[in-house]
């Protein structure tokens, strides 16, 4: 079935930093990719929807300077998170749909702690 | 608009239980109605789906049917085991969008 890798799985950075998170369909080609945040003991939270080539479509909430989506190939799309602080830390997710599909295929999520 | 209601947890069982988690849907057109479940520190993973009214998902001794009368996509199985602990979400997508509508999860816990 199709996968989708994560990385990394966990990161602690200290505040002000800013961290790079790495999605990737290990086996088919992502034509759009999701990330979500998930606060603890919480449903997931779709941050922004991203397809190959184009900007981010970003959910109202969510700054878009401070969480920076690249989806420059097919199969890569990267978080970075910019000037990171403590109430950044969570859990996210992303996803990978596709072309014509409309099912979304998770990673294992990365867990991100500022310090 | 979309949107997903599940039961609210924690639940609790005891193995060999039998386990029904609840949800219900709003949504535009005809949706896909989804079950995933959250192990402990890990990321999603499809349990079961269904993509329309009447159709049967199950997976792992899971079930869930989509009642469109009703509009919900209950979760069943008829015996629990302790590795079923994990955290339910129920979720659609509707067949006019791409963006996935997940309901705030359940917490299962089975005890031995």
């Known amino acids: 079935g199709a996968v989708v890798s994560q990385h990394p799985s966990r990161v602690i950075c200290k505040s002000g930093t800013s961290v790079k998170i790495e999605c990737r369909s290990l086996d088919f080609q992502a034509t759009t990719m999701f990330w979500y945040r998930q606060f603890p003991k919480q449903s997931l939270m779709l941050m922004a929807t991203?397809?190959?080539?184009?900007?981010?479509?970003?959910e109202q909430g969510v700054e878009k300077d401070k969480f920076l989506i690249n989806h420059a190939s097919l199969t890569l799309s990267t978080l970075t998170v910019t000037s990171a602080h403590p109430e950044d830390s969570s859990f996210y997710i992303c996803s990978a749909r596709g072309g014509g599909q409309y099912e979304q295929y998770f990673g294992p999520g990365t867990r991100l702690t500022v310090t | 608009g979309n949107s997903v209601t599940q039961m609210e947890g924690p639940v609790t069982l005891s193995e060999e239980a039998f386990l029904t988690i609840n949800c219900t849907y709003t949504?535009?057109?005809?949706?896909?109605l989804f079950w995933y479940v959250q192990y402990p520190g890990e990321g999603l993973q499809l349990l079961l789906k269904a993509t329309k009214a009447d159709d049967k998902g199950s997976n792992k001794g899971f079930e869930a049917t989509y009642r469109k009368e009703t509009t919900s996509f209950h979760l069943e199985k008829g015996s629990v085991q302790v590795s079923d602990s994990a955290v339910y979400f129920c979720?659609?997508?509707?067949?006019?969008?791409?963006?996935?509508?997940f309901g705030t999860g359940t917490s299962l816990t089975v005890i031995p």
């Open positions: 991203s397809n190959e080539g184009s900007k981010a479509t970003y």
């Open positions: 979720a659609l997508i509707s067949n006019t969008g791409n963006q996935f509508y």
């Open positions: 949504a535009t057109g005809y949706p896909s």
